[in-house]
């Protein structure tokens, strides 16, 4: 339990680390790269994503059934599964390996109509170095859901940590010494080669794991695959929503648009790692309440529980970003980029609820049951790729951003929703009265604050800082009662509208520590 709740703690430490970092060295890398550099690094970075997918599902697999095994105490059976899988990842990293090469050579074919000579060359180098690095991750990532199924999560968020920290630092030194987008794959490229080497040491050495070569067990192969086939095909709609569209854009309008594009797609991120935190460790302790036959309450609880948490996270940045995001993306990545706040409120916006049902994902893994929402996000995916395209033509980057705005909100709200309930026995009616409730503090306090805000022109730093400062204490002369016993700090305030009107008795026992530090 330990292991679990400073892993979730360590997780959105991580994650606070890596939006710092961004705000602070994002900008910086815009300015010395330029808008035509970034972009070819980021259409790059977005093809090669696809070939990701090639993991399978496997990643997934490896957690549910290690996490399966150690219940049971199937040991030998556990080892010679890692020998299976570590045979069929090398074979993927050979595959996947190939795949680039094909795309090394067809490069001036795919985008000579928008990009002049050198800048199709550097793509080629660039492409090159992250297909051999993607093939050298594949083997090496089975240590990497091992420890995930072994529960170390301090371990491997710590090494995480370590990387978030040094990366940009080593990224700043080689900016300065004149390397631009290829010095970054070269520098991405040995810190993920570190990181997978450490991963397999601390495999081998702390939990003692051992590789078995013997049999090759098909008949539990096709158990695996069938698992990983739906994991697999929710794989390739992620990339067909956060990937195509840069594609798209690289093919009709250059290297500029892409990287407008690759702004939002970049806040998307981070909107979206907010919340995979919490549940991303919850997969073991899942798989073993199903293991367990818990009863539907139950999961039905905890889907709630970890969604409320979760709504109480998103909807604060949600609520910061509609006020602040697009004098904020100006101020921060330039003039040129203000398009980026439009696009990025396209995602943002529908992605609310999905985030917040996480668990449901999780749960579906761990019911071997993600059949039905692969198959519905590869029909919705394609339903988005082919709007995408021609309001690309017309309408840029707010087209395709569209596109994949309207396919969130029928698959991933109504749709699963529906599914959720009737099929998963998940108490979807209570869910969203539980979130209807929660959603009156951040619709006041943002439409108190934009009335203010919309008086006020934010094109100075110091303003901004100021305004996103105390935007979470417009409202504090209002409050009906005294903020003195936390001090008032009130940039707090939405922690303590939350804490009166929003949480329930839970969810303040969590945060109760937290409340004890700032009193002292």
Not at 482 to 503: C, E, H, P, Q, T
Request: charged share 10%.
């Amino acid at each position: 339990m330990n292991q679990l709740k400073i892993g979730a703690v360590l997780s959105y430490i991580s994650i606070f680390l890596t939006n710092i970092i961004a705000l602070l060295y994002t900008p910086y890398l815009l300015r010395m790269l330029g808008q035509s550099e970034y972009g070819l690094y980021s259409l790059v970075a977005s093809v090669i994503a696809y070939l990701t997918v090639l993991d399978l599902g496997f990643g997934n697999a490896i957690v549910r059934y290690t996490a399966k095994y150690r219940v049971e105490n199937r040991q030998e059976e556990q080892y010679e599964m890692f020998g299976m899988f570590l045979i069929l990842y090398i074979g993927i990293g050979v595959f996947a390996l190939l795949i680039g090469l094909g795309l090394y050579f067809n490069v001036d074919t795919l985008f000579s109509s928008s990009m002049d000579y050198d800048e199709i060359r550097k793509i080629q180098i660039m492409m090159l170095l992250m297909t051999l690095n993607l093939a050298i991750t594949f083997p090496f990532s089975l240590f990497g859901s091992i420890i995930t199924a072994y529960e170390d999560f301090i371990f491997q968020k710590l090494i995480n940590i370590a990387r978030i920290i040094l990366n940009p630092l080593v990224m700043v030194v080689m900016l300065n010494m004149g390397y631009k987008a290829i010095g970054m794959v070269v520098v991405t490229t040995l810190f993920n080669i570190v990181t997978l080497l450490i991963n397999y040491w601390y495999c081998c050495h702390k939990i003692k794991i051992k590789i078995y070569f013997r049999r090759f067990r098909w008949d539990f192969f096709k158990e695996i695959s069938i698992y990983s086939f739906w994991i697999f095909l929710s794989a390739i709609v992620d990339r067909i929503y956060w990937s195509t569209g840069q594609f798209i854009l690289g093919i009709y309008y250059g290297a500029a648009v892409v990287a407008i594009y690759a702004v939002a797609i970049q806040f998307q991120g981070i909107y979206m790692g907010f919340s995979s935190a919490i549940t991303s460790v919850f997969l073991p302790k899942v798989t073993a309440l199903i293991a367990n036959n818990s009863d539907n309450k139950i999961i039905s609880d905890l889907f709630i529980r970890v969604g409320r948490i979760q709504y109480i996270i998103m909807s604060f940045i949600l609520t910061g970003f509609i006020l602040f995001g697009h004098s904020f993306i100006k101020l921060w990545a330039g003039d040129n980029y203000g398009e980026s706040y439009w696009i990025t409120l396209c995602f943002l916006i529908p992605l609310t609820i999905p985030l917040t049902q996480n668990l449901g994902i999780t749960i579906l893994q761990a019911r071997n049951q993600m059949k039905f929402r692969s198959l519905l996000y590869v029909l919705i995916s394609m339903f988005s790729l082919s709007i995408s395209i021609p309001l690309a033509k017309y309408y840029a980057g707010i087209g395709c951003a569209l596109g994949v705005s309207v396919a969130l909100i029928i698959g991933q709200i109504i749709i699963m929703n529906i599914y959720y309930k009737r099929k998963i026995g998940i108490d979807i009616p209570r869910f969203w009265r539980e979130i209807a409730k929660m959603s009156l503090i951040p619709l006041l306090l943002g439409i108190c604050s934009y009335i203010i805000l919309s008086q006020i022109t934010l094109d100075k730093p110091l303003y901004l800082g100021i305004l996103i400062y105390s935007n979470y204490n417009l409202c504090f002369d209002f409050l009906p009662y005294s903020l003195n016993a936390y001090d008032n700090k009130s940039s707090f305030l939405y922690i303590f509208l939350f804490w009166y009107w929003g949480l329930n008795a839970y969810e303040r026992q969590l945060l109760l520590p937290l409340r004890n530090i700032y009193k002292k």
